[in-house]
Antibody, heavy 120, light 107 residues
Framework: QLQLQESGPGLVKPSETLSLTCTVS??????????WGWLRQPPGKGLEWIGSFYYTGRTYYNPSLKSRVTISVGTSKNQFSLKLSSVTAADTAVYYC????????????WGQGTLVTVSS | DIQMTQSPSSLSASLGDRVTITCRAS??????LNWYQQKPGKAPKLLIY???SLQSGVPSRFSGSGSGTDFTLTISSLQREDFATYYCQQGYSNPFTFGPGTKVDIK
């Protein structure tokens, strides 16, 4: 069974870059069967899709964040990463990595989420 | 962006009740509509995809319907473990967007 786990700093200073890693077990991020994505949820608020990528390297981002976001394969095997630059307090949220098997228009497996707070 | 709205924003119901939640898209999204359940402190869980397809492992008391702009999620007989917040999400176009959520609590 596919499992995902987010990791990274829980506190980031304003104007710096948020960096998170998602480690995948039970499946391969190089599999042609999966799309991989990042989403977030500010405390007490709703869900926002950040972006997704496919094993071929194709990425697609939320236009509202596109200028600040990079999603890529991680440096270690079976990991993918999120980088969000020039963060502000508005970027404080629980960040989730997620995946879909086949259809990229929904997410059928999620990590547990990691809270990132932007504060000096 | 496609805007998603949900109604009601919250509801109180009793065990065994039939519950219906409505989701509306600001433009036609065919059947690219998905439903998630989220409990406090937990990640969302996919319930329904493509408007009416039940995700594997999800109880059959959950069902979805609709196409175009109007969709519904129905819980046929509310169980204790169903008290949660429910979100709809469109997967028709970038950016994927979610509804604001419907919180279901105990009457």
């Amino acid at each position: 069974q596919l499992q995902l786990q987010e990791s990274g700093p829980g506190l980031v200073k304003p104007s710096e870059t948020l960096s998170l890693t998602c480690t995948v077990s039970g499946g391969s991020i190089s599999s042609s069967s999966y799309h991989w994505g990042w989403l977030r949820q500010p405390p007490g608020k709703g869900l926002e899709w950040i972006g997704s990528f496919y094993y071929t390297g194709r990425t697609y981002y939320n236009p509202s964040l596109k200028s600040r976001v990079t999603i890529s394969v991680g440096t270690s095997k079976n990991q993918f990463s999120l980088k969000l630059s020039s963060v502000t307090a508005a970027d404080t949220a629980v960040y989730y990595c997620a995946t879909t098997f086949g259809d990229p228009s929904y997410f059928d497996s999620w990590g547990q989420g990691t809270l990132v707070t932007v504060s000096s | 962006d496609i805007q998603m709205t949900q109604s009601p924003s919250s509801l109180s119901a009793s065990l065994g009740d039939r519950v219906t939640i409505t989701c509306r898209a600001s433009q036609s999204i065919s059947t690219y509509l998905n439903w998630y359940q989220q409990k406090p402190g937990k990640a969302p869980k996919l319930l329904i995809y493509a408007a009416s397809s039940l995700q594997s492992g999800v109880p059959s008391r959950f069902s979805g319907s609709g196409s175009g702009t109007d969709f519904t999620l129905t819980i046929s007989s509310l169980q204790r473990e169903d008290f949660a917040t429910y979100y709809c999400q469109q997967g028709y176009s970038n950016p994927f967007t979610f509804g604001p959520g419907t919180k279901v609590d105990i009457k």
